[in-house]
């Protein structure tokens, strides 16, 4: 079974602070995906990649940066974290290929800015 | 403007009775449709794909059906329990992208 880790459940950060959300896949997928879902707004794209030092912005990718090193690890980076940044943040990798594959999903990272 | 609608009431029915959800969508040419459930402080998890040239997919008691001639899929589960209770998410896969594009979901709730 594909295992994707999000390395915190629940996090508290201040206004103004640089926040790294990390994310680890075990299932040598080249796709990964960071998404934040707020109620209401269903799941909304922050950045995309598709392999190694690759990425792709999505359609919210304003105030976040990502970093992928290695294959497994994709981080997500608030640059100076805002209030309005409070949110639910999933992490997903999927296999690349010409058939769309199913996303496998983190269990999240409830982030609060305070 | 481009738009992926669930019904975002939730929706209650008695166990052993047949749920179906609906999602409905504009101006998107979706190549490839998916479900998936999200129980509460969990992330989703996928159920089934259909394909823009199907018609239905099953899968056990989860049946998809996909009419991009009315822009939509409906997705049922037949002899509900309440360990189906969760909310209920599409997802498209417009041709052409690389990107999903999710609903808000439809949380459903089955009664014992």
Redesign the interface.
Known sequence: DVKVTQSSRYLVKRTGEKVFLECVQDMDHENMFWYRQDPGLGLRLIYFSYDVKMKEKGDIPEGYSVSREKKERFSLILESASTNQTSMYLCASSFPGSEVQPQHFGDGTRLSIL | SQKIEQN?EALNIQEGKTATLTCNYTNYSP??L?WYRQDP??????LL?IRENEKEKRKERLKVTFDTTLKQSLFHITASQPADSATY?C?L?PSGT???I????TRLKVLA
Do not use: D, E, I, M
Not at chain 2, 102 to 105: Q, V
């Open positions: 975002s190549a490839y998916q402080g969990r992330g989703p998890v996928f794909l998410l997802a896969y690389y990107k999903y999710f609903g808000t979901g």
